[in-house]
């Protein structure tokens, strides 16, 4: 009986799809967003205080042999370089019918402030209560830093959207080369933050690698889109990746997890390092090569449909998946140090039980995903009232996660 109704869902979403629409992109884009989750709940973990309160920790911290999976789950690249394609193609129609290019910026923005202002205006207020109920304020520190945590992609998404006439011309004038000035600019600012003079810079040159850094991708995407990667240029973009990313690990002692890991004062991702190019161009290249196999995979409706569910809910998987990690863990926190969840994560136990509770966070995230839909459609019908109020609630909610910072 289930197994009908899933063949009769599964046709239905392939009845209504478009014949022009491009499959390959959105299980591309697919795969970068499920990878966002699957990082964050396997390679995040808490301890829980004596006074049971909950702190950020990480299985790498005691398995570094582990990091290797984060070249896998980093697929942030990707989900640039699709949004690229996306976006040159989405700018050339809204040119064509006479859109001036500020509108179709603003729109862009629209639709990802949304989503932001509707995940931070109803956890501050989840705060409030949880603090009320007596919560410690370890656990009130660490919500709020995991929730903000996915939130600063989007900024910079934002960022380089309203770049997208600019990444344009450029590609235009260049091809798939105008993304080599970005690379460049990430591998002067690593060379003078960890070359022999690194101890007479700033704390803040690492910053200037955030926009070029996450744009290289994006441009990638939009000379893709326009046309100008071919398959050769995708085949020097995965074998230079490759190459350049082996040469930085073995030869210049770049660190090897892609992400994070508390207690070490060097990451590739915060901001970007030369390595996450070196992979976004290994894997930039890959998706370029791999578009037609892709596209023909995705003919078959069992796995088209669950494409189109999560492409449906992009932005809400992105803003809304640890605030389902929470919800089980925050309650689990008043049991007690519960296996996998409010342990330590530094046991290989703790790995297999991690792996068993991530089904329980999947159907969390679905049920929030449900409940959040409306946040992230637009506020039509929502009076003035409203949304000052959901602006006020968002604007405290920041306050309090930049005093953590």
Not at 75 to 92: E, I, Q, T
Not at 206 to 216: E, H, Q, T
Not at 245 to 256: N, Q, R, S
Not at 277 to 298: C, M, T, Y
Request: glycine share 10%; proline share 6%.
């Amino acid at each position: 009986m289930r197994a009908t109704w899933l063949r009769r869902a599964a046709a239905s979403v392939e009845a209504a799809t478009p014949a022009h629409r491009d499959r390959a992109l959105d299980g591309l884009r697919a795969l970068a967003l499920l990878a966002v989750p699957a990082g964050h709940w396997l390679l995040g973990g808490f301890t829980r205080d004596s006074a049971g309160g909950l702190h950020n920790a990480s299985p790498l911290s005691a398995f570094p042999s582990l990091a290797p999976l984060s070249w896998v789950l980093q697929m942030l690249a990707v989900f640039f370089l699709v949004g690229g394609h996306a976006s040159a193609l989405s700018y050339r129609r809204a040119a064509g019918r006479g859109e001036p290019a500020r509108s179709w910026v603003a729109g862009r923005l629209v639709r990802l402030g949304r989503p932001v202002l509707g995940v931070t205006s109803v956890w501050a207020g989840l705060l409030v209560v949880m603090w009320w109920a007596g919560v410690p304020d370890a656990t009130l520190h660490t919500a709020a830093t995991l929730v903000i945590q996915p939130l600063w992609f989007v900024g910079v998404y934002g960022a380089v959207t309203t770049l997208t006439p600019w990444c344009v011309r450029a590609s235009r004038k260049a091809g798939v080369w105008a993304a080599a000035p970005l690379l460049g600019t990430v591998a002067v600012v690593d060379l003078l933050r960890y070359g022999p003079w690194s101890a007479g810079m700033p704390s803040w040159l690492s910053l200037l690698n955030l926009l070029p850094g996450w744009l290289f991708a994006y441009q990638l995407g939009v000379s893709w889109g326009e046309g100008r990667v071919s398959r050769h240029a995708a085949r020097v973009l995965l074998a230079g990746g490759a190459v350049l990313f082996a040469v930085l690990l073995w030869e210049f002692g770049y660190p090897i997890s892609m992400v994070g890991v508390p207690g070490e004062t060097r990451t590739n991702s915060h901001p970007p390092s030369l390595l996450v190019l070196a992979l976004a161009s290994f894997q930039s290249g890959a998706a370029v090569l791999l578009r037609d196999r892709l596209a023909s995979l995705l003919r078959r409706p069992a796995w088209w449909a669950p494409v189109v569910a999560v492409n449906l809910s992009a932005m809400t998987i992105l803003c809304w998946h640890q605030t389902a990690m929470l919800t089980a863990a925050i309650p689990g926190a008043v049991l007690g140090v519960v296996p996998g969840l409010t342990s330590a994560p530094d046991t290989v136990a703790w790995i297999a039980m991690r792996v068993l509770w991530m089904p329980l966070f999947a159907v969390l995230l679905v049920v929030t995903a449900r409940s959040a839909r409306r946040l992230d459609a637009p506020w039509t019908g929502t009076g003035r009232g409203m949304r000052v109020t959901v602006a006020l609630l968002a604007a405290g909610f920041a306050i309090f996660a930049l005093r953590l910072a």
